[in-house]
């Protein structure tokens, strides 16, 4: 088992910056690939970020160059930087955890990772 917690996040102008963290506890053993997803009122959740246990990151097209994902598997977190915002980036904001090897990329769907953040809100305004 795995426990999640998100913080960080926040409210910002078109333009800005905000990071946001996560810190993993419980069976830190594992180190599964992590994600981070999004979503919004009457959406689904989406993932944006994925970082496998190599290292390597991966980002869906709406991220890309302006979002930052990396993961320290000594500190156990994961963290997520985000510059360049833009007005649609407001959402609730959340870190997963896939306990499956089943590739690790934005493209997986929630419902596959087991373990979750409770999320936390960023909001940027135009």
């Known amino acids: 088992q795995m426990q999640l917690m998100e913080s960080g996040g926040g409210s910002v102008e078109s333009g800005g910056s905000l990071g946001l963290s996560c810190a993993v506890s419980?069976?830190?053993?594992?180190?599964?690939?992590m994600a981070w997803f999004r979503q919004t009122p009457g959406k689904q959740r989406e993932g944006i970020a994925t970082?496998?246990?190599?290292?390597?990151?991966r980002y869906d097209d709406s991220v890309k160059g302006r979002f930052t994902i990396s993961r320290d598997d000594v500190k156990h977190t994961l963290a997520l930087q985000m510059a360049s915002l833009k007005p649609e980036d407001t959402a609730m904001y959340y870190c997963?955890?896939?306990?499956?090897?089943?590739?690790?990329?934005?493209?997986?769907?929630?419902?596959?990772?087991?373990?979750w953040g409770q999320g936390a809100q960023v909001t940027v305004s135009s």
């Open positions: 997963a955890a896939l306990a499956l090897r089943v590739g690790c990329n934005p493209k997986i769907p929630a419902p596959d990772f087991a373990y």
């Open positions: 419980g069976n830190t053993d594992i180190r599964p690939c």
């Open positions: 970082i496998d246990t190599d290292g390597t990151t």
